[in-house]
T-cell receptor, first 112, second 116 residues
Framework: QKEVEQNSGPLSVPEGAIASLNCTYS??????FFWYRQYSGKSPELIMS????GDKEDGRFTAQLNKASQYVSLLIRDSQPSDSATYLC????????????FGAGTRLAVHP | ETGVTQTPRHLVMGMTNKKSLKCEQH?????MYWYKQSAKKPLELMFV???????ENNSVPSRFSPECPNSSHLFLHLHTLQPEDSALYLC???????????????FGEGSWLTVV
């Protein structure tokens, strides 16, 4: 079983719609969760982090965490073509050093 | 501009060559990392340095040799690589290597490596 799983996509949504990106993880002890956005040919950039169960909102982005289900998601409201990118879910390994385990990413395509 | 600078951005090397990737962070962080990103695969952690000491080596072949002369600079020395080593190599840094919550990792722009 992969440690962090994401649907590779592509997830295609029309402009203005809500894009929902999902991620599951295998280690129940994980405490910190991150969403990175990576444009083609560019490096990942952090867009959201979440540490507690529930929702965390930042502008058009909402991260949702459910530790009991080992599930974290990212909602993008009012999707724009500029949101088209690969979204990487990352989970920090419990204990030890700051080691992030990444999923393979979900490619999002927002079409006008 | 992320505060983490990598050079060169693109590198083509033969299997018998020796080259180095360089990373510099301007964020005052204490930890630096090398990640490898291959097509269709998750980011793979290669090495972690905390306060210039290597604290993790993720079973990386010896043809990859990291060096961290100080907390701001990180190198990846490459020799006798294979074509399957062609990938994007990402350097990253963070404030606290001990892994406390809220410890964000910042990536550089990456070095695209092609081994021919």
């Amino acid at each position: 079983q992969k440690e962090v799983e994401q649907n590779s996509g592509p997830l295609s949504v029309p402009e203005g719609a809500i894009a929902s990106l999902n991620c599951t993880y295998s280690d129940r002890g994980s405490q910190s969760f991150f969403w990175y956005r990576q444009y083609s040919g560019k490096s990942p950039e952090l867009i959201m982090s979440i540490y507690s169960n529930g929702d965390k909102e930042d502008g058009r982005f909402t991260a949702q965490l459910n530790k009991a289900s080992q599930y974290v998601s990212l909602l993008i409201r009012d999707s724009q073509p500029s949101d088209s990118a690969t979204y990487l879910c990352a989970v920090k390994n419990p204990g030890g050093y700051n080691k992030l385990i990444f999923g393979a990413g979900t490619r999002l395509a927002v079409h006008p | 501009e992320t505060g983490v600078t990598q050079t060169p951005r693109h590198l083509v090397m033969g299997m018998t060559n020796k080259k180095s990737l360089k990373c510099e962070q301007h964020l005052g962080h204490n930890a630096m990392y090398w990640y490898k990103q291959s097509a269709k695969k998750p980011l793979e952690l290669m090495f972690v340095y905390s306060l210039e000491e290597r604290v993790e080596n993720n079973s990386v072949p010896s043809r990859f040799s990291p060096e961290c002369p100080n907390s701001s600079h990180l190198f990846l020395h490459l020799h006798t690589l294979q074509p399957e080593d062609s990938a994007l190599y990402l350097c990253a840094s963070s404030q606290d290597p001990s892994g406390s919550s809220g410890n964000t990792i910042y990536f550089g722009e990456g070095s695209w490596l092609t081994v021919v």
